[in-house]
């Protein structure tokens, strides 16, 4: 492709195909993609922005056990990455095999949550956080509290407000949630 220019050394544009390459100010695409072309092209956007933490943390991987030392000289500050984020990618890839990874589903985050338990419970946990409860994925802070409460042993608890428009009403609604088993307390506004 000519006629595009990069922006410094440090910004290597990334050949998707033919068609579309990508720079650090964004998106050139060259001739006329076909509707196939900029469907695959989506699709590698996706799967890019999906996975690029983890490959990150296991180009890092990768590079340290190939380079040894020689691995920081890439790996330094002068890629923008602070030193918590490099860490942090290194240590999810490092921590998470790549074969429970759920990114089909789930974030980095999520998988950041559970990147301390043993291998079996993350995968136990990233499969219950993708199926979430039949219609939806759990968010990362439903995967967190879900954790929480299993390692305490509690139950989860969830809160419903409801404003009423009289006493006899609230009272009325509280007759019939506590008959089918709620707890209900009483709050002013």
């Known amino acids: 492709m000519t006629g595009l220019q990069t922006i410094g050394e440090e910004f290597l544009p990334v ?16 001739g006329k993609p076909s509707f196939h072309d900029w469907e695959k092209f989506w699709k590698k956007l996706r799967s890019m922005e999906r996975g690029i933490q983890f490959a990150v943390g296991d180009a890092i991987k990768l590079m340290r056990a190939q380079l040894g030392d020689k691995a920081d000289q890439i790996i330094s500050a002068a890629t923008g990455w602070s030193d918590s984020t490099v860490r942090s990618y290194e240590w999810a890839a490092d921590k998470i095999p790549q074969d429970i990874r759920r990114m089909d589903a789930l974030t980095y985050s999520h998988h950041a949550a559970v990147g301390k338990l043993p291998v079996v419970e993350q995968k136990k946990w990233l499969d219950k956080a993708a199926t979430g409860d039949g ?24 809160w419903l407000m409801v404003r009423c ?5 609230r009272e009325a609604l509280s007759k019939r949630l506590e008959a089918e088993g709620y707890t209900t307390s009483e709050r002013g506004a």
């Open 165 to 169: 428009k009289s006493p006899e009403e």
């Open 135 to 158: 219609t939806k994925e759990w968010t990362v802070s439903q995967l967190k509290a879900n954790l929480k409460a299993d390692v305490s042993g509690a139950e989860l608890s969830y």
């Open 15 to 30: 050949v998707v195909d033919d068609h579309f390459l990508i720079q650090a100010d964004g998106l050139r695409v060259r």
